[in-house]
């Protein structure tokens, strides 16, 4: 089975301090990660996502995620965060030798960015 | 469309009554999934579609649960009497993979969602 771990359900940031979000994961065999942003009555948009290669993935409106394997994990960074980043963001694995329909989700961490 | 697209946006339904949502994927998607998702939680795997092929209903929590695609393009989830702890965000995805494992690296793309509350 697999299975994501967001142990922080919010962060608090100030504007223009670096920022991470934390994901842990648990797959059976070599996992495909994503990070997912969701607005305010909004759909869940997609972020970035760690297929294969380098350990640091660039994805949309400057945010960055570094896979760890030897850490099974893949947090969400920004070096300088903005009042509009806030929202809510979900990390989810899907498991590249299991059933590839399943993507699983995290519980969600709230982002606050104070001026 | 540009995006997927998913009616109606909100549905207040009573106890008892049926009710369908409606999914349009991105054009050209042949993956089709459903998920649904609590307050407070994150996304849950409903069902999945490769074209018309219902791949994988596990997600579904009973039988008063089911979707289709009878054409490969537009899906239905209907959800039979409809009970209180039915209420939640449902929310289509869709994306250009066949779901075979080597298509587990594509992006999954979401619509906004349907709000479903039973009373």
């Known amino acids: 089975a697999q299975s994501v771990a967001q142990p922080e359900d919010q962060v608090n940031v100030a504007e223009g301090n670096p920022l991470t979000v934390k994901c842990t994961y648990s797959?059976?065999?070599?996992?495909?990660l994503f990070w997912y942003v969701q607005y305010p009555n909004r759909g869940l948009q997609f972020l970035l996502k760690?297929?294969?290669?380098?350990?640091l993935v660039k994805g949309s409106y400057g945010f960055e995620a570094e896979f760890n394997k030897s850490q099974t994990s893949f947090h969400l960074k920004k070096p300088s965060a903005l009042v509009s980043d806030s929202a809510l963001y979900f990390c989810?694995?899907?498991?590249?030798?299991?059933?590839?329909?399943?993507?699983?989700f995290g519980t969600g961490t709230r982002l606050q960015v104070t001026l | 469309g540009a995006g997927v697209s998913q009616s109606p946006r909100y549905k207040v339904t009573k106890r008892g009554q049926d009710v369908a949502l409606r999914c349009d994927p991105i054009?050209?998607?042949?993956?089709l999934y459903w998920y649904r998702q609590a307050l407070g939680q994150g996304p849950e795997f409903l069902t999945y579609?490769?074209?018309?092929?219902?791949?994988?209903k596990s997600g579904l929590p009973n039988d008063r649960f089911s979707a289709e695609r009878p054409e490969g393009s537009i899906s239905t989830l209907t959800i039979q009497r409809t009970e209180q702890r039915d209420s939640a965000m449902y929310r289509c995805a869709s994306s250009s993979g066949t779901g075979h494992p080597s298509s587990s690296g594509n992006t999954i793309y979401f619509g906004e969602g349907s709000w479903l509350t039973v009373v």
């Open positions: 797959v059976s065999g070599n996992p495909y």
């Open positions: 989810a694995v899907r498991d590249i030798a299991g059933t590839a329909s399943k993507l699983t």
């Open positions: 760690y297929i294969t290669g380098d350990n």
């Open positions: 579609f490769n074209y018309e092929a219902q791949q994988d």
């Open positions: 054009s050209g998607h042949v993956s």
